[in-house]
T-cell receptor, first 115, second 115 residues
Framework: AQSVTQPDIHITVSEGASLELRCNYS??????LFWYVQSPGQGLQLLLK??????LVQGIKGFEAEFKRSQSSFNLRKPSVHWSDAAEYFC?????????????FGTGTLLAVQP | DVKVTQSSRYLVKRTGEKVFLECVQD?????MFWYRQDPGLGLRLIYF???????EKGDIPEGYSVSREKKERFSLILESASTNQTSMYLC??????????????FGEGSWLTVV
């Protein structure tokens, strides 16, 4: 079955510390992978996406993600977290080719940032 | 910038009431979506539309209907609201795009409480 797993429901990091949010997927075809961020009381905003090419992809707000096919993972990273990064982060996987209705979202990881 | 507007941010309705959630996008996108977001469940697709007057069921359509009379507007209708429909509702849109899976542009969400 196709699925996305975000193992960490809640993570707390100190401001300035590095961050890694985990995402594992199970998908039959070549996946198209996304990370979205949701600030409190807001809708979701795209951070980055990956289909092919360099397995390390850069996104907005200083985030990057690395695709590891052998581990079926697409982890999100940031070298130095800012207080404004406190939000919920969603990983999503879907098919290449326009079928946005087939996107599968993870259950989200809520990030808290300590001063 | 793409703007997806959900006119009602916070609603409180009584059980059995008919509820309309409105969504308007200003970028001439062909595709529009309604998701429901619940803690621990991520985003689940309710309905989507690829064209005016066209609708397709998503993963959890029961208890909902939709209307798309104009390209820019996609309405979600709860015919008879129930307490288990208390949730955050997110509207999103995407353009048609050759190749790739276009990213979703989300509205800010509508918080619905059914009492």
């Amino acid at each position: 079955a196709q699925s996305v797993t975000q193992p960490d429901i809640h993570i707390t990091v100190s401001e300035g510390a590095s961050l890694e949010l985990r995402c594992n997927y199970s998908y039959g075809a070549t996946p198209y992978l996304f990370w979205y961020v949701q600030s409190p009381g807001q809708g979701l905003q795209l951070l980055l996406k990956y289909f092919s090419g360099d397995t390390l992809v850069q996104g907005i707000k200083g985030f990057e993600a690395e695709f590891k096919r052998s581990q079926s993972s697409f982890n999100l990273r940031k070298p130095s977290v800012h207080w404004s990064d406190a939000a919920e982060y969603f990983c999503a996987v879907g098919p290449y080719g326009g079928a946005t209705n087939k996107l599968i979202f993870g259950t989200g990881t809520l990030l808290a940032v300590q001063p | 910038d793409v703007k997806v507007t959900q006119s009602s941010r916070y609603l409180v309705k009584r059980t059995g009431e008919k509820v309309f959630l409105e969504c308007v996008q200003d970028m001439d996108h062909e595709n529009m979506f309604w998701y429901r977001q619940d803690p621990g469940l991520g985003l689940r697709l309710i309905y989507f539309s690829y064209d005016v007057k066209m609708k397709e069921k998503g993963d959890i359509p029961e208890g909902y209907s939709v209307s798309r009379e104009k390209k820019e507007r996609f309405s979600l209708i709860l015919e008879s609201a129930s307490t288990n429909q208390t949730s955050m509702y997110l509207c999103a849109s995407t353009p048609n795009k050759q190749g790739g899976t276009p990213s979703l542009y989300f509205g800010e969400g509508s918080w619905l409480t059914v009492v």
